[in-house]
């Protein structure tokens, strides 16, 4: 009777089980799984022509394969991702780099570029030159001027424009008037309304041939001095008329005696004199 004998499996391949278990544990991609299984193929190919020595040689080879994608393939995915879901890469991609994050500091925090200057005293000089100009009542108005010049004949230099950039006095005279109209402005929301400041003599005379009596001889004007105004009709009665008597002499303001009813001269509420200038070197009728 002829004996038949079965041939063992071929001891270089890995078995279903072992290679259940891998795919298992290691939960590695498809691609990693044939890559194990061709690295074994090639070795079971050739092991009925090879020794037992070289038998267990491949099969350690193979142990070694399946232990490096059972092992290292789960660590690197899950080294890759994080707690919410994204890589590391992704994460990263997020965030901005040390550059942007030194150089995205908010533009409101830098000085303005006027102020910027390797020159520190320079800077300082440019603050303190603002600082002053917001403290002058007039800008540019020294509140000093000379007394030495004949009447309606001032110098530009002993006169200050007025915030309505068209009405002169002498200096000294402007600047008290600037405070006044700052008082005026809290209470009543707006500037003081001024008709006429400093005249010259030849708008002395002017105005002298059109008013006759009303006006004062050219050249005997305080408005020739620069120490006197005429405000507008409609602050000569009622609340503000009442406001300026009451306040205005705190500034060295008022209506002469002489314009008021029963004085000397033509009853004028609108005439209003600087009066210490007026008595230091105009003309002073108490």
Not at 56 to 82: D, E, H, I, K, Y
Not at 197 to 215: D, F, I
Not at 246 to 270: K, L
Request: hydrophobic residues 40%; proline residues 6%; negative net charge.
């Amino acid at each position: 009777m002829a004996s038949h004998s079965v041939q063992p499996a071929a001891t270089g391949s890995p078995t279903r089980r072992q290679l259940r278990e891998a795919s298992r544990h290691a939960g590695a991609p498809r691609a990693a799984t044939a890559a194990a299984v061709a690295v074994t193929a090639a070795p079971a190919a050739r092991d009925h022509r090879t020794g037992p020595l070289a038998r267990w040689g491949t099969r350690a080879g193979v142990l070694v394969t399946l232990a490096a994608v059972t092992v290292a393939v789960p660590l690197s995915q899950q080294a890759a991702r994080s707690d919410d879901g994204y890589t590391d890469a992704q994460a990263d991609a997020t965030l901005p780099s040390t550059v942007e994050a030194l150089t995205s500091s908010p533009s409101a925090v830098l000085p303005p570029a006027s102020l910027v200057s390797a020159d520190a005293t320079a800077v300082r000089a440019q603050v303190d030159v603002s600082r002053s100009e917001e403290r002058e009542i007039l800008p540019g108005c020294s509140g000093e001027a000379g007394t030495d010049s004949a009447n309606g004949q001032l110098p530009q230099s002993d006169l200050c424009y007025l915030w309505d950039g068209t009405t002169q006095l002498r200096a000294d005279a402007a600047e008290a008037l600037a405070e006044l109209n700052a008082m005026w402005v809290t209470r009543f929301g707006t500037d003081l309304c001024l008709s006429s400041g400093y005249r010259t003599l030849a708008e002395q005379r002017a105005v002298k041939a059109a008013k006759g009596g009303l006006a004062a001889p050219a050249g005997r004007s305080n408005h020739g001095w620069g120490l006197a105004v005429d405000l507008c009709s409609s602050q000569t009665t009622g609340a503000q008329w009442e406001w300026m008597n009451d306040n205005a002499p705190v500034f060295g303001w008022e209506n002469p005696s002489w314009a008021r009813p029963g004085g000397s001269g033509p009853y004028e509420r609108w005439h209003w004199e600087y009066t210490k200038g007026v008595m230091a070197d105009g003309e002073y009728y108490g």
